[in-house]
């Protein structure tokens, strides 16, 4: 199972109906890197978790949701002109039309607690529902008189 997709569509329903304050901070590669992404634009969505443990923050470009460490917000990036982030502004804004965008300029330990409370909350609700699955699972097979399964020495699920 792709958790990291299942995460991301947790979070998505859990918050596609409330209109929201989204903090969002826009990026630039440095000049100095060389390579396919030199000067690309980045928005990063400091109050978004992009992990279950909240480590990571939740990036934005190329039309894409990706994945940041605070080791390249910090050292591979820098401030962004607002003529370069406004196309990307505006493609947000398609993307989260019930958040209130808000433009910050940095990363702030607000930021890192609230995305650290959403992970927490979202793992939870993982563990739940995971919890949830296992039962109908076992309540199918002891119906089915396979009886519970167990784990083999291997690893094998068996009867």
């Known amino acids: 199972m792709n958790?990291?997709?299942?995460?991301d569509g947790l979070w998505i329903s859990r918050?596609?109906?409330m209109a929201q304050r989204?903090?969002?901070i826009f990026r630039a590669t440095k000049a100095g890197?060389?390579?396919?992404?030199?000067?690309r634009v980045t928005a990063i969505l400091p109050t978004l978790p992009s992990d279950p443990l909240g480590h990571e923050l939740m990036c934005y470009g190329s039309?894409?949701?990706?994945t940041g460490t605070h080791q390249w917000y910090l050292h591979c990036t820098q401030r962004?002109?607002?003529e370069r982030y406004m196309p990307l502004l505006a493609e947000l804004c398609s993307i989260?039309?019930?958040?209130?965008?808000?433009?910050?300029?940095?990363?702030?330990?607000?930021?890192?607690?609230e995305r650290f409370k959403a992970a927490t909350r979202l793992r939870r609700e993982m563990e739940a529902?995971?919890?949830?699955?296992?039962?109908?699972?076992?309540?199918?097979l002891e119906r089915q008189g396979v009886g519970t399964p167990q784990l083999s020495s291997r690893g094998q699920l068996t009867a």
């Open 96 to 113: 989260y039309p019930d958040a209130d965008l808000c433009v910050e300029p940095r990363i702030s330990l607000d930021h890192d607690f």
């Open 80 to 82: 962004c002109p607002v």
């Open 3 to 7: 958790t990291s997709a299942y995460f």
């Open 129 to 140: 529902r995971f919890d949830q699955a296992c039962s109908a699972v076992r309540e199918i």
């Open 15 to 17: 918050h596609e109906d």
């Open 22 to 24: 989204l903090p969002v």
């Open 33 to 39: 890197d060389e390579g396919p992404y030199a000067g």
């Open 63 to 66: 039309g894409r949701h990706f």
